[in-house]
Structures are given as C-alpha cells and as structure tokens.
C-alpha cells in the first residue's frame, strides 16, 4: 500500500504529467482548433481504461476516452498491447466522438507489465468525409469519413507506414491531418514516459495503487456532496433546432433526473427515436455529458477522476437520439451540447438555488474554407463562439464565456484568423439585450462579423435558434442565437445551421445567445440596472421596458421618481 503523502505526491506528478502533455501537443499540432482554441482532451489512465489524471480541454472528451479504451482493449485484448504500441481510434460508437475527432491512446508498460495508459483526442480536419470541412446532412456512418478501429499508428516504436498511407490517401489535408495526429502521438508518448519515471522511481505497486486511492478519494467526496443535495425526481426537454436533413422537425431530447442519497440516474428516455441526420450521440458521448453535469454539482474543484463518476448511472435507449447504434450518423454531434443543459433544466425544478439559468446554450461554431488566394493553397480555419451564462442565485451570469462543455477552450483570435485565411474581421463585440432580464441578469452573447475576401464556403454549426435560452423565478429568457448573412442588403438571409457558398465581399454575421435571468427584473437594484447601461449590455430602452428603470442616456443617472412609479404601475409583461 502506498501511504497517503506518497499517493498525493503521485497524483500531483500525473497532474504535472498531464500538463506536459497538453504542451507537447499545442507545440506540434499543425492545426488553430488545436493550439488556439484548444480543442482537445488529455488522460493519463489506469490499466482498467480509467482515467486517473488530466489536462483541461473539452471537458467531455477525457471521460469519452475511458469509455472508448476500454472499447478497443474489449475489441483487441490486452495481451495484443505492447511496450511502445500507439492506436489510432475513431469508429464513432466506440469512440465516443464523431470520425474528425480521433482518440490515440497508448499502453503504459513497465518491466513489460500493463500499469496503465496516456490518451489524447483532437479535431483533425479531414478523413475524407463526404463534404470538405463538415458534414451536416449524412445519413449513415459511411458517409462521414474514413473509419479506424482501433488501429496501430506505432508497432513497438516503429511507425506503421501501411496505417499513416491509408489516413494520407484519404484526406484533402494530408500533410496537416497526419501532423495533428503526429503530435497526438507526441503527446501521448510524453505521458508514457513520464508515468514510467514515476513508476521507477516508487514502483509499479505502489503507482497502481496509488491509482485505485485516487480514484476511491474521488468517489468519497462525491458521495458525500450527493448526501447533501435534495432528493428527488425531476423530468424536463428542450429541443435541437432539426437533424440536418429533416429540417422542419425539431428534436425532442427528455431527460428524467432522480436523485438519492446513494446515486444519481440520468434517464434519457422518452428523447426522439429514427433520427436520420447526424446529430445522434454515441453512448459514450452520452455518458461523458452527465459527468460533466455531475461533477459540476458535486466536485467541481477537484481534477477529474473516474471515481468521481461511481454515483452516477445513465439510462439510454439504443437507437435513439442519445445512443446512437451503428450506421446511425453522429458527425455534427451539437445534442450533446444542448443535452448538457437540459438535465439543468430538470434539476433547475429541484435546486434552483444550485443551478443556472440556461446559457446561450450552444458553442455557435463557424468554419470557412476555400482556396487562398495569397498563395493558392486550401484553407481551413473555425472557431467556437462566446455565449452569454444563465444567471444564478449568487449573481449575474458571465458575460461572452466559452460555452460549459468547452470550460477549457478559447476563441481562434481576429490575428490568427485574418493571417491564416482570406477573411476580414470587420466587428466583434458584446451583443446589448441579449441576457435574460432579472434580478440577477444573464450574460450577453457576443456578435463577429467575418467578410470574406476571395470565394469560400462559410459553415455555421448552430442548432439552438428556434427556441431560448430559459430562466429560473420569474426571469426572462436569453436572446437566441442567430447567422445572418448579407446583412442590410437585399441577400439578406437569417440562419441557424447552415453550409453556405460565399462570393468575394459577402459577409456573415455570428450571433450568439444570452443566458436566462433569475428572479423578477422588477427586484433588480436601479443601480445595477444604470451600470449595466453604462457598460452597454442593456440599451436605454430595454432597462426601462425589462426592469422599469429608467436611465438618463447621457449621465447615465437613474431617475429614482420616474422608475419608483414604472415600477409601482406592475412587473413586466
């Protein structure tokens, strides 16, 4: 057994292990999703596939990892695993992730004995998927790309040129698809070698046991928050805007969460069957969401480790919208987004002092691509939006924050974007109004508009425009998201999710949602309400009509006379 000093000092070094992987990685990877935005999931893992330590990333990509290691070592068995081996996995059900988001993983072996593994997941930017960039409107996995199972990129430490052929041969981006993967295997042979120097240095033994403790810890303090939160049952749905290829039927995702003082249960029955676009979500996904939810409420400000998760069981039906089975499609896999904020919404009924109103509840991505005319080589670039949070009963809801699933990722800067592509930035700021009025307000989203300089095609990934953001006690919902292109012009055309071909000088305009208000905007503090007038998240006209208070537009000065009777005269509509 190792003592407790020695296991914490262990943790910290697979933590430290972790970190030099997430390095390793943003050094080497060709691609800005990967090295700006930070589009990625590192583990260090157990030899059961569970994770023990990480990197911050996309939050849901680590605890996809456990489920899809544990998919290839079921599929391959471990003996087939050697010293120096690295796997290439991406067939979507077991990866937990659509095919443009390949998991490489690698056995940690000492003295030729299996004491764990490193992962590491990133987009790469394209496997031969029907449509360059990404594909919104396929019906079966077939048409996303090619698909590796669990394959060997490394036999022993030798680079398995029959594999890397097959993914070159099969990309329009060879040389960069084949250097983010490069540099996932970088990243994972790092965490190899740094949890082997621990092991040789305390012994394998007391590093697998140190492990199991860790994990055993992380089931403790979960266990004991889920004491402390309400019991009960609670049922709520929201709804994705379409599937990409029925685009009149919104998408019905019902969750039921029950919670006792030994477990929760995640129940997505009742969510839409017979989906036919890809927006269906492996199980694994599926899982990964709850957690993340789960940890949200239970450890929150500790590093994420499988033994957090002990308490938490998901109930899916197969073939649904939130199991997808094979050859469902999942490419565009925004229902795990959306979903994330729906088992809120349920608990929200519960505990809504615990939870947030709704955020602008979507990551509002935008991807261009063409050929560049500065040097006429094809280009791809994307980034993920800012939205507003839902207000909560401690305060205001941040304002223009990376959505909850991507607590780790950035935006792709105007600089990186306007250097790398023919794309002109020519506004990007706050959008006034768009949070949800109330006694604690939401966050406003955010507003870029890109003008594009040669002919692209500019892809909008947004699937929450046709319902709102929700509130919690009497607020008032966010501002929705919205694209709209040509703005002002007789092509003027307001979207959600879209694949649009663009002419020189077209423009595109993200718009991203707000998050819900808590509580009666009529309780607000008139000087809270002034202030966010001054700051230019509320306009003049919108803190007297939402909140009866009525701001003076040049001194930004409240007139407590004018408002004390707006606001005798009844709450808002």
């Not at 692209?456 to 008032?476: A, D, E, F, L, Q």
């Not at 993200?510 to 009666?520: I, Q």
Request: aromatic fraction near 8%; charge should be negative.
């Amino acid at each position: 057994m190792s003592g407790t000093i020695t296991t914490e000092i262990i943790r910290h070094g697979l933590l430290a292990a972790a970190d030099e992987m997430a390095r390793n990685l943003c050094r080497t990877a060709y691609n800005t999703v990967v090295y700006e935005i930070h589009d990625y999931g590192i583990g260090i893992h157990d030899p059961n596939g569970d994770v023990v330590a990480d990197a911050p990333g996309i939050a849901v990509f680590t605890r996809a990892s456990d489920y899809g290691i544990k998919k290839a070592v079921e599929f391959l068995g471990a003996d087939a695993m050697n010293p120096g081996d690295v796997f290439v996995l991406n067939y979507p059900y077991w990866a937990s992730a659509h095919t443009l988001d390949p998991l490489v993983f690698a056995p940690i072996h000492h003295d030729d004995r299996l004491i764990g593994f490193t992962s590491c997941r990133v987009h790469v930017l394209d496997l031969n998927q029907k449509d360059p960039g990404y594909v919104l409107d396929s019906t079966d996995v077939y048409q996303e790309g090619l698909v590796l199972p669990a394959s060997k990129l490394y036999r022993r430490g030798v680079p398995n040129s029959d594999v890397f052929n097959i993914i070159r041969f099969n990309s329009r981006l060879p040389e960069r698809t084949i250097g983010d993967i490069q540099a996932q295997v970088s990243a994972c042979v790092t965490g190899v070698r740094r949890t082997q120097e621990i092991a040789d240095k305390y012994g394998a033994d007391t590093l697998l046991n140190a492990m199991n403790a860790i994990n055993d810890h992380g089931e403790r303090l979960a266990r004991l928050a889920l004491e402390r939160l309400p019991n009960g049952t609670w049922t709520a749905y929201d709804f994705v805007d379409h599937d990409g290829v029925d685009l009149e039927r919104m998408i019905k995702l019902n969750v039921t969460v029950t919670i006792s003082d030994d477990e929760m249960v995640i129940d997505w029955s009742g969510s839409d069957r017979r989906v036919r676009g890809p927006i269906n979500v492996p199980r694994g996904l599926t899982e990964a969401l709850c957690c993340l939810i789960f940890k949200s409420l239970t450890t929150p400000d500790t590093p994420v480790v499988a033994g957090n998760f002990r308490a938490l069981r998901v109930v899916t039906e197969k073939g649904s919208v939130m199991h997808a089975v094979p050859p469902q499609p999942t490419f565009t896999m925004w229902t795990g987004i959306l979903a994330s904020e729906v088992i809120l919404k349920a608990l929200a009924q519960g505990m809504p002092d615990l939870v947030p109103a709704c955020s602008g509840g979507d990551v509002c991505s935008m991807m261009g691509l063409g050929v560049n005319p500065r040097n006429g080589e094809p280009w791809v670039e994307a980034t993920n939006e800012a939205v507003g949070f839902g207000a909560h009963a401690g305060g205001d809801g941040e304002d223009g924050i990376m959505h909850l699933t991507e607590p780790g990722c950035r935006n792709n800067p105007v600089e990186v974007l306007e250097t790398k592509s023919p794309m002109l930035i020519e506004f990007y700021g706050y959008r006034p109004d768009s949070g949800g009025a109330g006694r604690h307000r939401g966050g406003v989203g955010v507003g870029r508009s890109y003008r594009f300089l040669a002919e692209s095609k500019g892809i909008c990934i947004v699937y929450k425009t046709k319902t709102n953001p929700w509130s919690i006690g009497g607020g008032r919902v966010g501002g929705n998201n919205h694209v709209i292109v040509n703005p002002g012009t007789d092509r003027e055309v307001v979207q959600g999710c879209s694949y649009n071909h663009l002419e020189p000088g077209d423009v595109l305009v993200n718009n991203t949602g707000g998050g819900g208000g808590y509580g009666n905007p009529f309780d607000r503090e008139p000087e809270r309400v002034a202030r966010d007038v001054r700051n230019g998240f509320v306009s003049v006209q919108a803190s007297r009509r939402e909140y009866g208070v009525v701001v003076d537009p040049a001194t930004f000065e409240v007139d407590l006379q004018e408002t004390e009777a707006l606001r005798a005269a009844g709450a808002p509509a």
